[in-house]
């Protein structure tokens, strides 16, 4: 064996054994080093000669600077075990922690009788201090690179500098953990699977597939480091999301890799396997429950229909498109102004060499002219209304164009279904038209007010509405957002501290919308999907940073911008007027309203007139419009705005 070998088996052998306990071996690195920095400073002091030093109060000063320092080295994590790591950002916390620790010891010698600390040795100590730590910390990080080089040019296959095969930690000694262990290991793959971690003390101490389970999730930091972990493999498919979350923090915060498994019911049906295992998206920590794609009773619903999709190029849009293919129409009319998107979600759906008949439309949905002769030509059973302009923000200074495609477009689409015997016609409407603070949640507050007048005055045809809150991931929302400003390493921008959105993932919510579209009960009426708990986007952008292996404060950062024009603090959906009532499907809720039929008739009439006084109005005359539809009342910080003081 060479020299290096030797010291490299002896520097693994230390490692081994002080891992167990490198939060009290860091902290007693850094005592002594401070330690040493006092006596050193009160030594050039004197010019090194250590007859005059006086040594009482040096080692007095040094206890104290080690009893102040420790406690703020530990609050502000600076590299406690892991100082491969290190980066500016720690040596700027500890040069913070050193002078607050030496500030405070500075204040406290004032009041100890006969103790000197002159101000010379303090500055000079400070300086030894942060450049003593700093020092350790940039030699354990190069003897660290060193050994994996040495490691991997002469094939070492274990110690400091294992480069031969990945080291895999499980999380989850369950059945999916036990699916892709037995995968792993027979695949061949070049991995060492070091054990599992579960939080069942009864598992503690056994095996599966030969590997032990080692500890719980709070054990990982100690196993992760005495094990030398590169990845954790997390196979908890039906964990809660809060513990989720928890897992994904703590290997943030000791910097390690993971990755995930998929949903339950995949390991149900026992397909889980090596390619399906992915990185961790938000909605896994959303705690959304999965879907079932194929439903029985939506296969008779839309088997052998012709169904058009307005807004068919959109996230809403192309999902539910996605879904009705799957149940077999005769025709799937997706209509579109945008070429481009139109495009490609035709040629997805083409892909899947269905039996459904795939027409891509390009149109506008207020040309009266172009919606009769598609209604004309195709027939359509079922009519998806997804077409809006939803972007709060940019309909507030778009007010013409926001009431012309929402409202107006509605009306058109709805009234040429209605006059071509359509069966059903279901409008996607949102929370923000629930005591609107925008301009966008009043037009389409007013387009349900519209399809409820329908849903009166054209029987022959089953009107619904269903209203939602945010999706993750769709275009123009925060997700993409964030995921674009952390690509671009831009500060995340969250508007407001307490800033709070409901949310649920595209596939659920058209599932949804889809399902409740089957319940009788919200024919004619409003039905609201279950949407869970609100989530705070400060939550969320930090879950983001943390989800991008970025931490924040050091690589990543979040700005607070201000509420935007239109926007809300927090959304709502159940008016104070509205009754949420249950319905035979779980997260389906009917609303119901029993004074809506004078506004109704009312507001349909003042939308009747809109079409020809549309061409004539500002944003100002339109705004100030809106706020005179019955049934409709903008909201700012929780007051309702009139026409005399909209703005």
């Not at 923000?432 to 007048?453: D, F, H, N």
């Amino acid at each position: 064996m060479s020299d290096a070998h030797r010291w490299l088996t002896l520097a693994e052998s230390v490692h081994h054994r002080l891992a167990h306990h490198r939060r009290g071996v860091a902290l007693l690195v850094y005592a002594s080093l401070i330690l040493a920095a006092t006596a050193l400073a009160s030594a050039f002091s004197v010019g090194l000669d250590l007859r005059a030093v006086g040594w009482t109060d040096t080692v007095l000063m040094g206890c104290l600077l080690v009893l102040v320092r420790l406690p703020l080295y530990w609050r502000l994590r600076l590299s406690i075990g892991r100082w491969r790591f290190v980066g500016v950002g720690e040596v700027i916390r500890l040069a913070v922690a050193t002078v607050l620790g030496s500030i405070m010891v500075g204040a406290l010698a004032l009041t100890v009788p006969g103790f000197e600390a002159t101000a010379s040795v303090m500055i000079l100590e400070i300086v030894l201090s942060v450049t003593l730590i700093a020092g350790v910390w940039i030699s354990y990080r190069a003897l660290f690179e060193y050994a994996r080089r040495l490691s991997g040019m002469n094939g070492h296959g274990s110690g400091l500098g294992d480069t031969r095969r990945r080291r895999i930690l499980v999380a989850g000694a369950g059945e999916a953990g036990r699916m892709i262990v037995h995968q792993m290991l027979r695949s061949g793959q070049n991995v060492a699977i070091v054990g599992f971690v579960d939080d069942d003390p009864l598992k503690w101490g056994t095996a599966i597939h030969g590997k032990a389970v080692i500890g719980s999730v709070e054990d990982l930091p100690a196993i992760v480091e005495y094990e030398r972990v590169d990845e954790l493999l997390i196979a908890m498919p039906s964990t809660e999301p809060e513990k989720l979350r928890r897992i994904v923090d703590i290997c943030s915060e000791i910097d390690v890799e993971f990755r995930v498994l998929p949903g339950l019911d995949e390991v149900l049906r026992g397909r889980v396997s090596l390619d399906q295992v992915r990185e961790i998206r938000i909605d896994d920590l959303l705690g959304r429950d999965p879907i079932q794609l194929e439903l029985p009773e939506l296969e008779a619903e839309l088997r052998r229909k012709t169904v058009l999709i307005t807004g068919a190029a959109g996230s809403i849009g192309s999902e539910l498109a996605r879904q009705i293919v799957l149940h077999h129409p005769r025709e799937l009319i997706l209509l579109d102004q945008a070429e481009s998107p139109l495009y490609f979600i035709e040629r997805e759906l083409a892909d899947k060499k269905s039996d459904t008949l795939i027409v891509p439309v390009i149109a506008d949905i207020l040309d009266a002219e172009e919606m009769r002769m598609v209604f004309a030509q195709w027939s359509p059973d079922r009519v998806y209304h997804a077409a809006a302009y939803k972007h709060v923000p940019m309909m507030e200074c778009n007010v013409r164009q926001a009431v012309r495609n929402n409202v107006l477009g509605t009306w058109q689409v709805a009234e040429v279904a209605a006059e071509s015997g359509t069966e059903k016609f279901v409008l996607i409407s949102t929370d923000k038209a629930v005591r609107p603070s925008s301009v966008m949640g009043a037009t389409k507050r007013l387009a349900e007010l519209l399809i409820l007048a329908f849903a009166r005055r054209y029987a022959r045809t089953d009107w619904h509405v269903v209203r939602f809150g945010n999706v993750l991931g769709s275009a123009g929302s925060v997700v993409p957002v964030f995921r674009q400003q952390i690509k671009n390493g831009q500060p995340l921008t969250v508007t407001h501290e307490e800033v709070t959105r409901y949310f649920m993932t595209i596939p659920e919510a058209v599932q949804l919308v889809l399902q409740s579209s089957l319940v009788p009960e919200a024919c004619g009426n409003i039905a609201m999907l279950e949407m869970g708990e609100p989530v705070k986007i400060l939550d969320l952008a930090r879950s983001m940073i943390r989800l991008s292996g970025r931490t924040e404060g050091y690589d990543a950062s979040i700005e607070i911008t201000g509420m935007r024009p239109g926007e809300k603090l927090h959304e709502e959906l159940v008016a104070p007027e509205e009754s949420p009532e249950p319905t035979g499907i779980e997260k389906v809720m009917v609303l119901r309203n029993g004074d809506l039929a004078a506004t109704l008739s009312e507001a349909e009439e003042m939308i009747r007139s809109l079409w020809s006084e549309v061409r004539g109005m500002d944003d100002a005359e339109l705004r100030d419009w809106l706020v005179r539809v019955p049934g409709v009342v903008l909201f700012e910080d929780g007051v309702a705005v009139g026409p005399t003081n909209s703005k």
